[in-house]
């Protein structure tokens, strides 16, 4: 934890945000429509307007505007839902339409200005950063706040991503600390927020609430919506290894450390700049927070292939696996050796096909013309992480999944338990590859939870790696 002074008062925000969400059949005022009844209603992430009148729809946006408790809004985007119609003997014809607003703007928001963006969520999912992040304090009036402020910086403006509880709802927030663009702002936190997804597995999404410097509000539920992941890269919370026994789970929690200030810049820095990066991570949440055991480790192996294209780190065309003749040669006769000592074992023609093969074992690779293994196995290569015969068997998979073999191959298991069993390991396993493949290339230097570990006595497989790999 980094001790700053920080101190941040949100009341103001917060409190005009649970205004808007109290809003229950209230009457409003549509400029320039003073004879007809309009009501505006906030249901859940959706907010409504109710109007006796029928608005062109085509030439709604940026043209209504209405005044509510002496602040003036204009609807900057807006969507008809319904018309329903009324009449009886005693009562006269009566129609009433409802739009679904999606974006409000209060008048003279500022679009070059320091921000204040929100989102709200259930109280239940505000957590302290403590157990992924190094963090910074930050005060109110109240009290200090030890473990709920991260600080990055994004093309050197600062920002701070701030969590914190109301009476009954609690609240994600991200503020930037200089002038920038409004436009520009939102893209960062677009950014920061996949990034903060990827690290604690939830995405904020579903409606926004920005401050500009003077208070003034822009609403939209016009975004993405929120969704779940499954995995963590990192966990440094000791009861995570509930199967350990103490000495183990101390062993563990001693040498682990926490995602740094710095790792989260470079982190949202290359989300930011690198489209294909911010795509891969925004994939790996939506097909997470799917649950489904036959995508989900499909479109791993997917994502592996397009990561493979923001770590073009090799340059080189033609590579020659093994640069010293005489340790080629030595390896080839060796191998000549394995296949003499087991001929008993095998035809005169497999022996001879073997033996050819060797010949070619350290031919040049074209990278231009990779199989679609050495694709996915290539990024690792250039980023120096290890690759044990079984990560390649998992990772290999893909052939499974992509060449029509969505059976899983059930003569090897005997019941769906089992095959869903082996799926939500490979899926656990190739996250955890998919984890050291993102954070090397980011600089990041220290422990990745190895999601896998845990799954492997449910598939009666075990391996010789630890809970923890360090990258």
Known sequence: ????????????????????????????????????????NKQGTKLFLESNTRYDESDLDGKLSFTLNDKNFIIDKIHLKSTS???????????????????????????????????????????????????????????IYAYDCLRISIDNIVF???????????????????????????????????????????????????????????????????????????????????????????????????????????????IHHNSDFSMAILVILEVSDSRSLLIIPSVFTVVIETLSKCFDTNSELIKIPINDK??????????????????????????????????????????????????LTRPFEDLNIKLSLHDIEIIETRNDFLHGDISIKRKEFENDEEINDYLLYVSAKLYTLLSKLIFKSIGYEGYIYNNSKYLEKYINIETDEDYYEFI
């Not at 921000?115 to 259930?122: A, E, H, I, N």
């Not at 239940?124 to 005060?139: A, L």
């Not at 991200?174 to 677009?190: A, G, P, Q, T």
């Not at 003499?340 to 050819?356: G, M, Q, T, Y």
């Open 326 to 375: 005489e340790i080629s040669s030595k390896i080839i006769n060796e191998l000549n050796d394995v296949i003499d000592s087991n001929s008993h074992l095998l035809d005169e023609k497999s022996v001879l096909k073997l033996k050819r093969r060797l010949k070619e074992i350290n031919r040049p690779i074209n990278n231009k013309r990779l199989t679609n293994n050495e694709k």
């Open 85 to 143: 119609v009324s009449a009886s003997v005693d009562s006269p014809y009566k129609s009433v339409s409802t739009y679904e607003i999606r974006k409000v703007i209060e008048k003279d928001f500022n679009k070059k200005s320091t921000f204040k963006l929100f989102y709200r969520v259930d109280i239940e999912e505000i957590k302290s950063f403590i157990y992924e992040f190094e963090t910074i304090r930050y005060c109110d009036e109240k009290k």
């Open 1 to 40: 934890m980094k001790s700053t002074e920080n101190y941040k008062n949100f009341d103001f925000e917060i409190e005009q945000i649970e205004h808007i969400n109290s809003l229950q059949n209230k009457e409003i005022e549509i400029h320039g429509l003073h004879n007809f009844d309009s009501r505006i």
């Open 160 to 270: 701070d991503i701030v969590q914190c509880k109301g009476k009954t709802v609690g609240y994600y927030l991200i503020e930037c600390h200089s002038e920038m663009d409004f436009n520009e702002f939102l893209k960062v936190c677009f950014s920061i927020k996949l990034a903060l997804g990827f690290m604690t597995k939830k995405f904020l999404g579903d409606e926004e609430y920005v401050f500009d410097n003077s208070g003034k509000l822009y609403y939209s539920n016009s975004i993405r919506p929120s969704c779940k992941g499954l995995y963590k890269p990192i966990d440094t919370h000791p009861k995570s290894f509930k199967d350990l026994d103490n000495n183990k789970r101390q062993e563990i929690y001693n040498k682990l450390n926490n995602f740094s200030l710095e790792n989260l810049s470079a982190f949202v820095s290359k």
